[in-house]
């Protein structure tokens, strides 16, 4: 009577195991991060004043003694008990583990690099005497940070997955943070030679800002590099590190360069032909665009030439990715420059306005139209099945979705316009200019959704040109063969059938008369299977017949009858009579 219930007892076992390490990872994350907290309290009031501890702050000190004194001890308790039990390889494999070592690393690291930069950044000029908190959460949480990556580096505990997730999370963050630091650092020290010293502030000098990015921008680079390289970032060849790759380096990148280049180009052009406002307020943007191109192609640049080292998946979604946000700034830029037209048409002595507008939309046509052109390549698409790319059709039926999403909502927002001022509301203008905005866009999205259905069309065709074509007429045959000796064998006769006619159905009767007396002389033997075979699929070439009925035998006799259903004909005089068979 106990058997059955030892059968069914590893389920719950089971459930109940990931049960208990839910809940003992979630709690030890929690005390983790309450010790932190009151450990980081302690800290900075100890910078703050060494004779004073609780000086005018009584609370906050009893709320970071409570969390040091009693999260503290009983965290290092749950944790002791959690690194005892790891010397169960069920433990170590299991999912909990390696997500809460990923949690916390990734918290740590955030925290403690952004303090400890802040704080870096504080003791230039007035912001001297904000360092005390950064320092503290800096020490607290970097301790922190290496006691977790000392257990995930342990040679018998660490864990046995999610190995690439925690050098991702290091060296994204380290790569976006030292990015944007270094965007805002190149765009201030442009903005000062563009704009000269007196376009900055006064209450400090004009290299405080630009020092306190490169300080961020030189921490970031240092956490990416370390994850990157250190780490072994670059050798992990798994599809999160080849789609993050894609994801960030180019795609973000992408973006950033792309931007910045098409400010650039606006800028330039309302220098030339659009100076309605003050100089200064002209080339304001110019010093951001710059260093947003050239970061942004840089960070595009490297992760470009890393992911042609990678897998050929890699590559091609590479430049799939590039030509998707080229295409995106097209687009948008023909949206733009339809709408400033229109807004030309409607109200031309409103230049000012519409001409900045037509100068947008310029700018982001000119500068995603030949990014698009070198990425995407139209002039050599795919003239053959086998030139079609992975992922090729999934990027154009993508793309395709899209667009016509965004030309349905577009023509949603036509219709609410056309019917608002149909019914008498003359607070928004006119028609034309009521559409205006959402027809440029449908005009776009239009044209991008055209485009690529027509492109996944061509290629179906090349695809269904090059399938092989699987036209089996024949469902049934019926197969009435010999048994004596020197005859075919019938099952491996029924087996050729079935595949030279693409998988019919076969079913095979034997010969109750063929008892060896019609047989030919012994001089004139039948011919092997493979003969046999050849000599049916002949014979059945050209049958139209759903059902064939094959007799084979005696000897070299072979035979083939394509039959109909008896309701789809009225034969006279009913059936004749047949010969005895035996199945």
Same mark, same amino acid.
């Given at each position: ?18 049960? !208990?390490? *839910? /809940?003992?990872? $979630?709690?030890?994350?929690? =005390?983790?991060?309450?010790? %932190?907290?009151?450990?980081? @309290?302690? &800290? ?121 997730? !925690?050098? *991702? /999370?290091?060296? $994204?963050?380290?790569?976006? =943070?030292?990015?944007?630091? %270094?965007?805002?650092?190149? @765009?201030? &020290? ?137 295409? %995106?700034?097209?687009?948008? @830029? ?115 959704a055209g485009y690529h259905f027509a492109l996944w069309r061509h290629d179906r065709a090349l695809l ?120």
């Amino acid at each position: 009577m106990t058997a059955p219930a030892a059968t069914m007892a590893p389920a719950p076992a089971s459930g109940l195991a990931t049960l !208990r390490r *839910l /809940i003992l990872y $979630v709690l030890l994350f929690a =005390l983790v991060v309450i010790t %932190a907290s009151g450990l980081s @309290g302690l &800290l900075e009031r100890l910078f703050r004043t060494a004779s004073t501890l609780a000086a005018g702050d009584v609370a906050g000190l009893a709320l970071s003694l409570a969390f040091t004194l009693i999260g503290g001890p009983l965290a290092l308790l749950l944790w002791w008990f959690v690194w005892k039990r790891l010397d169960d390889a069920a433990e170590r494999t299991a999912a909990g583990w390696g997500l809460y070592l990923t949690g916390i690393y990734a918290i740590s690291l955030i925290i403690a690099t952004t303090s400890l930069l802040n704080m870096a950044a504080a003791l230039i000029g007035m912001e001297r005497n904000d360092w005390s908190s950064s320092l503290a959460n800096g020490l607290v949480w970097g301790a922190i940070w290496w006691w977790h990556r000392w257990m995930w580096k342990h040679p018998l505990k660490s864990p046995r997955h999610l190995d690439d997730i !925690r050098v *991702l /999370i290091g060296w $994204v963050f380290g790569l976006l =943070l030292g990015a944007g630091a %270094a965007i805002a650092a190149l @765009g201030a &020290l442009l903005d000062v030679a563009i704009r000269g010293f007196m376009s900055t502030a006064t209450l400090e000098p004009w290299w405080f800002p630009i020092l306190r990015s490169l300080i961020w921008a030189t921490g970031g680079a240092v956490v990416w590099w370390w994850h990157w390289f250190r780490e072994g970032g670059r050798r992990f060849q798994t599809a999160l590190v080849d789609v993050t790759i894609i994801a960030v380096g180019i795609f973000v990148a992408g973006i950033t360069a792309l931007a910045g280049l098409g400010v650039i180009l606006f800028v330039l052009l309302r220098l030339a032909f659009d100076r309605s406002e003050p100089m200064n307020d002209l080339l304001e943007p110019l010093a951001p665009a710059i260093a947003a191109a050239v970061i942004g192609a840089l960070v595009w640049r490297y992760h470009r030439t890393v992911s042609v080292h990678r897998s050929t998946r890699t590559r091609r979604a590479s430049l799939l990715v590039t030509s998707a946000v080229a295409l %995106a700034a097209a687009a948008s @830029g023909v949206g733009v420059v339809v709408n400033a037209l229109l807004a030309a048409a409607v109200s031309p002595l409103a230049g000012g306005a519409t001409r900045t507008l037509l100068l947008g939309g310029i700018s982001s046509l000119v500068v995603g139209a030949p990014a698009w052109w070198l990425a995407w390549k139209p002039r050599h698409q795919p003239r053959t099945a086998d030139d079609i790319p992975p992922g090729r059709r999934l990027y154009l039926v993508a793309f395709f979705g899209v667009s016509a999403v965004v030309a349905l909502i577009t023509l949603l927002v036509i219709g609410y316009r056309l019917f608002e001022f149909l019914l008498g509301d003359v607070s928004g203008g006119s028609l034309l200019d009521r559409v205006r905005a959402p027809l440029g866009l449908l005009v776009a999205a239009g044209l991008v959704a055209g485009y690529h259905f027509a492109l996944w069309r061509h290629d179906r065709a090349l695809l269904a040109a090059a399938a092989p074509v699987h036209q089996r007429v024949i469902d049934q045959v019926t197969l009435i063969s010999g048994y004596a000796p020197g005859a075919v064998d019938p099952d491996a006769l029924a087996r050729g059938i079935a595949d030279a006619t693409g998988g019919a159905r076969v079913s095979t009767w034997l010969r109750a008369d063929d008892d060896g007396a019609g047989l030919p002389p012994s001089s004139v033997l039948p011919p092997g299977v493979e003969e046999v075979i050849r000599q049916v699929a002949t014979a059945l070439e050209g049958v139209t017949a759903r059902h064939v009925l094959v007799i084979s035998g005696p000897g070299t006799r072979l035979e083939t009858l394509p039959l109909i259903a008896p309701e789809a004909v009225a034969v006279p005089g009913g059936t004749a009579p047949g010969r005895a068979l035996r199945p």
